[in-house]
Nanobody, 123 residues
């Protein structure tokens, strides 16, 4: 059974940084694209970032471009989301995902999804 487990969430002040990690187990994800989504309180889940299996190509939502960086370590079967210059509107549960089947901007397109980690940014 394949699993994705997120870690690194927490409470941070606006302007601060957090680093989220996603550890994959149960199978090798090194040949699969991986991504991050988030769900702010009372809102729909939204695309944040994605990375191809080689790591050469990355994609970001406009709201996080220039502040967030997605990366992966295929040797460790992990993907990371470095979040800088955090804003209160970044407050959300962040989800890791792998293996999109279709449009990667839709959460439902991803075949593997984690349980999420809470990120809270105070003003």
């Amino acid at each position: 059974q394949a699993h994705l487990v997120e870690s690194g969430g927490g409470l941070v002040q606006a302007g601060g940084s957090l680093r989220l990690s996603c550890a994959a187990s149960g199978r090798t994800f090194t040949s699969l694209p991986m991504g991050w989504f988030r769900q702010p309180p009372g809102k729909e889940r939204e695309f944040v970032a994605a990375i191809t299996w080689t790591g050469r190509n990355t994609f970001y939502a406009d709201s996080v471009k220039g502040r967030f960086t997605i990366s992966r370590d295929n040797a460790k079967n992990t993907v990371t989301l470095q979040m800088n210059s955090l804003k209160p509107e970044d407050t959300a549960v962040y989800y890791c995902a792998a293996d999109p089947d279709g449009d990667y901007s839709y959460y439902s397109s991803w075949n593997y999804r984690g349980q999420g980690t809470q990120v809270t940014v105070s003003s």
